[in-house]
């Protein structure tokens, strides 16, 4: 796949990312639209890296999470690989920008993540089509992956209902195994969060128990 950002429409993923000393880095990465430059597709991705970080105990970093998506350059499911330096926000080629910040972890071992989601039209034209929209936190980032891979699969599962050609149930099999696996990991990370805040919790109220007894 041609990964030229010059040419054509573009998905571009940019992150600011916090390092534990609270210096910032930046990654910005672009791909082409077609076929698999859409929040669909890229956003388990994100999720992946963020998992990755969340098993390793590690921060994220500004090269790890380069590496992380140019590993995936010739993957099934090919991931922004070319560098990008403009502002995707004023390039009427980006169809699809997903914006995130990342941080280190707090409650758990999954990053901070938060995401602003912009997709329009490329090159606007009179009553040309844009939406931007943010997630704030890890769990609604991996919550809005989950719900835009269900879409695509519900999409394709139409597609394939009016044309089974092979290469479309093969793209449908495909979203199938992807919305499974986001779904996974959502629920891995809820429970991570809510284990997280009972533990909080409960030692919030045995240091009340604590102070109560001594002022008896």
Known sequence: MQLDPRRGAL???QATITT???????????MPTAPHGIPAWQLPIVVSYLHARSENKKP???????????????AAIPSPAANYPY????????T???SLTM???????????????????TRPIRCSWSSLEHARGTLAVLGRALT????????????????PHPAATELHHLAQRVTHWTRGMHDMARAAHTAAHTAAHTAARAA?????????
């Open 208 to 216: 009340d128990a604590r102070r109560a007894l001594r002022a008896i």
């Open 11 to 13: 998905c571009v993923i």
């Open 96 to 98: 699809c920008l997903i």
């Open 20 to 30: 534990p000393p609270g210096q910032a880095e930046f990654v910005s990465l672009a």
């Open 103 to 121: 941080a280190p972890g707090q409650d758990t071992s999954w990053p901070q993540a938060s995401l602003a989601l912009l997709q329009q039209e």
């Open 60 to 74: 994220p970093t500004a090269a790890s999470l380069t590496a992380h998506l140019r590993s995936r350059a010739g």
């Open 148 to 163: 835009e891979a269900e879409a695509e699969q519900c999409r394709l599962a139409d597609l394939v209902r009016q044309n």
């Open 87 to 94: 502002a995707a926000m004023h390039d009427d080629r980006v």
